[in-house]
């Protein structure tokens, strides 16, 4: 997608402080005004992957080699800059920030997640989400690809081939851990976490303590989406276009409808609670409802398989601590209750700052 200066929009689009906000994959920041005028441009030093935020006349923008920026909403001039030293090897991502009561939440390459101050910058703690393991710069991948979500006194994090973490929001201190990974990331809703494994399998956590509800293994390899709560379904978009609908309490598919050929790549809230908004890879814009008075028996059923689903041939596989590769060897496609899952999957408090 480009826009009318000939910038290709490579972070998304975001609305806050009667501004419409995008970042280009030259490094720079776009704020336009409600009837589409050019306010204010600000250049990054590198790519911006993720839609920038609105917070307190303050527009936070994140580029691709790990900076944060502070930007004044009026003009655009930078206030100030938040940045760390990352390893080696590190996965391109599209993982920005989440923002709440004045502090800043983002997770960075090598396991770690990090809360600045929203109005200078400064570090307020750093905790660390997973720790790096193996012995080649592959193996020792442990990101945290997706947005951090803030939930009361809590903010929760995930890092591909390493682990889910509760941290409370005022010391950094870890609440609880386990090993999950996960590229595209979380959600919460009614205090559970629901949570898409790396590999297909769907989690769904206790806010409180990590441990498991249910885990949905049918869609091993499909390169789910973050899961959306809707109402009281999951929803979550595939790499052949396809929408799932999973139940919210039992984790079993419900139903599913085909949008297009292509990967989803996004799914937001719409303009009612039964409605989501679903964007495709190359360029296809969706809006699914359930109607008023229907449900999701009138939504295609789910009780046949689709045609087209084959693995992809190239799928990575990543080797973590989780019953996923294992459940696809075996060919499992049943949705498993908390009281299946092995008691070494949940582990206790675990340190920061180390």
């Known amino acids: 997608m480009e826009s009318e200066y000939g910038e290709t929009i490579s972070g998304g689009v975001s609305i806050g402080g009667g501004l419409i906000m995008s970042g280009t994959n030259t490094g720079k920041v776009l704020a336009h005004n409600v009837e589409g005028e050019l306010v204010w441009q600000s250049q990054l030093s590198s790519e911006v992957l993720s839609a920038p935020v609105y917070f307190d006349g303050l527009v936070v923008a994140r580029s691709g080699d790990n900076k944060i920026y502070g930007l004044d909403a009026v003009d655009g001039t930078r206030k100030w800059v938040y940045e760390r030293k990352v390893p080696p090897l590190s996965l391109r991502s599209s993982a920005g920030v989440a923002i709440d009561s004045g502090a800043v939440y983002a997770g960075f390459s090598g396991g770690k997640m990090v809360a600045i101050r929203a109005d200078n910058g400064k570090l307020l703690w750093d905790a660390t989400v997973a720790i790096p393991k193996g012995v080649t710069e592959i193996e020792r991948i442990a990101d945290v690809t997706s947005n951090p979500v803030v939930a009361g006194p809590v903010v929760y994090a995930v ?194 700052n180390d």
């Open 159 to 352: 890092a591909f081939q390493g682990r889910v973490a509760a941290v409370d929001r005022v010391n950094g201190k870890v609440l609880w851990n386990r090993d999950v990974s996960s590229y595209a990331g979380m959600s919460y809703d009614n205090e559970r976490i629901y949570i898409t494994h790396a590999i297909g399998s769907i989690y769904s956590l206790d806010y409180a303590t990590g441990k498991t509800f249910w885990r949905q293994p049918d869609f091993l390899h499909r390169r789910l989406t973050k899961p959306f709560p809707m109402l009281d379904t999951v929803v979550l978009g595939d790499v052949e276009g396809y929408l799932h609908y999973l139940d919210m309490e039992s984790g079993k598919e419900v139903a599913r409808i085909k949008l297009d050929s292509q990967p989803v790549m996004s799914i937001v809230q719409g303009n009612s609670s039964s409605q989501v908004v679903v964007t495709t890879r190359e360029g296809g814009l969706y809006a699914v409802t359930i109607g008023e008075g229907a449900s999701l028996q009138d939504l295609p059923t789910a009780n046949e398989p689709a045609e087209s689903y084959e693995q992809p041939d190239d799928e990575l596989d990543v080797g973590d601590q989780s019953n996923d590769a294992s459940d696809a060897k075996n060919g499992k496609t049943k949705v498993e209750p908390a009281a299946s899952q092995p008691d070494d999957e949940f582990s206790g408090e675990s340190s920061v």
